[in-house]
C-alpha cells in the first residue's frame, strides 16, 4: 500500500531550524513530482514547495522563498524540506504530497503530517 510517513517537526524557537523528512513506499517514486504543503490553525491549506520527479526544478511560496529548500533523494525515496529562519507565521501542520499526471489520469497522495510550532 501506499504511505507517506512525515517525521521532524517540533517546537523551534524563531530565528531555528528545522529539517523535515517524509519517506515514501508503495509507489514509483521517482515517476512523482513532491510537494510540502502546510495549514495553520483556522486557514486554508497552502502550498510550500515542490520539486520535480528528478529534482531538476523547484518552486517556492513566496513567504518561505529564501528560507526553505526543498531536495529529494530518489535512491531513498525520500523528499526533505529545510526550513531556516522560522518565523511564528510558520506555525502549522506541514503535510508531504506526491503527485502525477493531470485530470482523469491524475494520482495523488497524501501523508498524515507533521506538526511544525515556532514559539518564543
Known amino acids: 500500500q501506499v504511505q507517506l510517513v512525515e517525521s521532524g517537526g517540533g517546537l523551534v524557537q524563531p530565528g531555528g531550524s528545522l529539517r523535515l523528512s517524509c519517506a515514501a513506499s508503495?509507489?514509483?517514486?521517482?515517476?512523482?513530482?513532491m510537494s510540502w504543503y502546510r495549514q495553520a490553525p483556522g486557514k486554508e491549506r497552502e502550498l510550500v514547495a515542490t520539486?520535480?520527479?528528478?529534482?531538476?526544478?523547484?518552486n517556492y511560496a513566496d513567504s518561505v522563498k529564501g528560507r526553505f529548500t526543498i531536495s529529494r533523494d530518489n535512491t531513498k525515496n525520500t523528499v526533505y524540506l529545510q526550513m531556516n529562519s522560522l518565523k511564528p507565521e510558520d506555525r502549522a501542520v506541514y503535510y508531504c504530497?506526491?503527485?502525477?499526471?493531470?485530470?482523469?489520469?491524475?494520482?495523488?497522495?497524501w501523508g498524515q503530517g507533521t506538526q511544525v510550532t515556532v514559539s518564543s
Open positions: 508503495g509507489f514509483t517514486f521517482s515517476s512523482y513530482a
Open positions: 520539486i520535480t520527479s528528478n529534482g531538476g526544478s523547484t
Open positions: 504530497n506526491a503527485a502525477r499526471g493531470v485530470g482523469w489520469g491524475r494520482r495523488d497522495y
